[in-house]
């Protein structure tokens, strides 16, 4: 199976910018897309970013993805209350021939 | 509107069989991949299979094939996700999921408010 590795939780004030990491490896986030999705309480979950780095219509650009080798990362500035959620990333991987997620991370706005 | 109407709350026992149903709308039903994708009960996100209404290409997690089954109706723009023996383990929340375009798999741009599956004796 698989692996894809971020941070339960991460927290911050108001204003500040937060970053998520998300470590995989060579047969997913090495070399495929990787996207991230945004989960309120009893949601369903929402694309917030897709191919790496592109925002669909209606993410506020506060919100940027980021990919390095075989890790990726999530940022959020200007944090908003309302940013509080969880976050997942995403990639294809090529021994599972599908797409596979991180473990989710939990985002606490103090 | 892209929309992925998913049928409701689901109380089983453990042996018994299931069938839960996304019906979609606004859009080009066979043209994109629908996906399943489950939460279990405080835990993430797992990718399960997929279908391509078009022409019924199904895709399963390994580890699941054989244990469920992914299918699509095209006359009536429905996919479903069938269970023939529940476990305890099966037990979640169940989305499906619209491929983000034409041809992708790899992630999903609409998603139904899921389906909750309680297995349990």
């Known amino acids: 199976q698989p692996v894809v590795t971020q941070p339960p939780s991460v927290s911050g004030t108001p204003g500040q910018r937060v970053t998520i990491s998300c470590s995989g490896s060579?047969?997913?986030?090495?070399?495929?897309?990787v996207y991230w999705y945004q989960q309120f309480p009893g949601m369903a979950p929402k694309v917030l970013i897709y191919?790496?780095?592109q925002r669909p219509s209606g993410v506020p650009d506060r919100f940027s993805g980021s990919r390095s080798g075989t890790s990726a990362a999530l940022a959020i500035s200007g944090l908003r209350s309302e940013d509080e959620a969880d976050y997942y990333c995403?990639?294809?991987?090529?021994?599972?021939?599908?797409?596979?997620f991180g473990g989710g991370t939990k985002l606490t706005v103090l | 509107e892209v929309q992925l109407v998913q049928s409701g709350t689901e109380v089983k026992k453990p042996g018994e069989s299931l069938k839960i149903s996304c019906k979609a709308s606004?859009?080009?039903?066979?043209?994109?991949?629908v996906a399943w994708v489950r939460q279990r009960p405080g835990e993430g996100l797992e990718w399960m299979g997929n279908?391509?209404?078009?022409?019924?290409?199904?895709r399963y997690r390994p580890s699941l094939q054989g244990q469920v089954s992914i299918s699509a109706d095209k006359s009536i723009n429905t996919v479903y996700l069938q269970w023939t023996s529940l476990k305890a383990s099966d037990t979640a929340i169940y989305y499906c999921?619209?491929?983000?375009?034409?041809?992708?798999?790899?992630?999903?741009?609409?998603w139904g408010h899921g389906t909750l599956v309680t297995v349990s004796s």
């Open positions: 999921a619209r491929g983000g375009d034409v041809t992708a798999m790899d992630w999903f741009d609409s």
């Open positions: 606004g859009y080009n039903f066979i043209s994109y991949w």
């Open positions: 279908v391509f209404p078009h022409d019924s290409d199904t």
């Open positions: 060579s047969s997913n986030i090495g070399k495929n897309s």
């Open positions: 191919r790496i780095n």
């Open positions: 995403a990639a294809w991987d090529d021994s599972l021939s599908g797409p596979v």
